[in-house]
């Protein structure tokens, strides 16, 4: 059980992700990566993220990124530290937050409106993984 975001909970949501046949459904026309940033806060003024290389319902490549300005990602997802901990904990709905702005994205939204099955069981699937603290 690793804490998140680190190193071990990527490589935990990536297991968890390749073994989600739900997603490997809704994502088999999907080809592109993402990236979870935490936005900055008082623990760190440029919050760490962790990165997906996704490809046809498989997920192979998921790494924690200390400095998310290092990777270039096709969509971004935005978050606060205790927003991406109620998203993971179940208690934010996915959908609702992007529509309030709660979670921001960039990337193109016509897209990711194709994908929406898809982004919702990646989603669900991050929450399953087990954390620390």
Known sequence: MAAFPSS???VDFREAINANEAYAQAAAAWEGDI???ILGDAQAAHGPGIYLDLSHGVCKEARFVEDPTSVSAEFVFRATRENWDRLLRKELDPVKAFLGGT???SGNPAKIMRFVGAAKE?????????RSG
């Open 122 to 130: 990646l989603l669900d699937t991050a929450g399953n993984v087990p």
């Open 35 to 37: 990236l979870f940033e």
């Open 8 to 10: 071990g909970w990527a």
């Open 103 to 105: 979670i921001k994205m």
